[in-house]
C-alpha cells in the first residue's frame, strides 16, 4: 500500500503570511487534511476479470464529495473521514449488491504511512437500473504532540521582523530546518479504493 501512496504529492501546508510593518502572522492547523490518493479514485469491474476490453467493462465506480471533521482536543487530533461513491453497471438486468474495498490511511510528512485501515461499501443496484450509489466513512488519529511545531519552530517562523533586518524580506519557509520541521509535522488522511496491482496499473494507463 505505501507504493500506491507514493503516487500522493506533498501536501501543501496551510500557512498564510500578513506583511507591512506588522509581525509576520501564521495560521496553521493541526488538523490532518483529507484527499483521495492518486489512481485510487477509482475502481472498474471487468467481466471475466483478466479481460481489459472496454467491451468486458462490468461495473465502474467512482469516489467523490470527501470530507473530514476534526476534533483537536486531547492528546490526539480526530479526523473523521466520510465519502461517497457513485456507480454505474453496464447491465440493468436484475437485482445486484456489490460491495467494494476501501482503505483510510493517515500519511506524515507526504510519504510515512502512520497507519492504515480498511473497509467496503455496499452498492445495490435495483432491478432495471444502472446506477447506484454507497456511503463510506472511517476515523484517524494523529498524536497532537507530533502534529505541533516546536516553540523555537513557532518562534523562528512568528517572530517581529522589522524593515532593515537582514532576513525581513525573506520567506521562514526558505529555511531548511524550518521547512523540515512544517513537513514533519503535516499529516494527512488519505482514501482510496482497494486495488490489486492489475486495478491500480489500469488507472495509471487509462
Known amino acids: 500500500m505505501l507504493r ?14 500578513c506583511g507591512g510593518g506588522d509581525p509576520l502572522r501564521v495560521t496553521r492547523s493541526a488538523c490532518p ?12 469491474l471487468f467481466s471475466p476479470p483478466a479481460s481489459r ?7 465502474v465506480a467512482t469516489m467523490t464529495n470527501v470530507r473530514g471533521a476534526c476534533s483537536e482536543t486531547g492528546s490526539h487530533i480526530s479526523t473523521g473521514a466520510t465519502f461517497t461513491v457513485l456507480a454505474q453497471r453496464t447491465n ?7 460491495t467494494l474495498p476501501y482503505f483510510v490511511a493517515v500519511v506524515q510528512a507526504g510519504d510515512k504511512l502512520v497507519t492504515k485501515q480498511t473497509g467496503t461499501v455496499t452498492l445495490n443496484f435495483p432491478e432495471g437500473q444502472v446506477r447506484a ?3 463510506g466513512s472511517a476515523n484517524a488519529q494523529v498524536d497532537r504532540a507530533a ?12 517572530r ?3 524593515p532593515g533586518d537582514a532576513d525581513a524580506a525573506v520567506d521562514p519557509l526558505s529555511d531548511p530546518e524550518v521547512r523540515d520541521a512544517v513537513r514533519a509535522s503535516t499529516f494527512e488522511v488519505l482514501v482510496g479504493f482497494q486495488l490489486d496491482e492489475a486495478g491500480l496499473a489500469y488507472n495509471v494507463t487509462k
Open 4 to 17: 500506491q501512496l507514493g503516487f500522493t504529492i506533498l501536501a501543501a501546508t496551510a500557512l498564510t503570511a
Open 53 to 59: 476490453d472496454a467491451s468486458a467493462i462490468d461495473v
Open 92 to 98: 440493468a438486468a436484475g437485482a445486484r449488491q456489490v
Open 33 to 44: 487534511a483529507v484527499a483521495i490518493v492518486q489512481h485510487t479514485g477509482d475502481v472498474t
Open 160 to 162: 517581529k521582523r522589522k
Open 147 to 158: 502534529a505541533t511545531l516546536s516553540a523555537e519552530m513557532r518562534e523562528r517562523i512568528t
Open 133 to 135: 450509489q454507497g456511503q
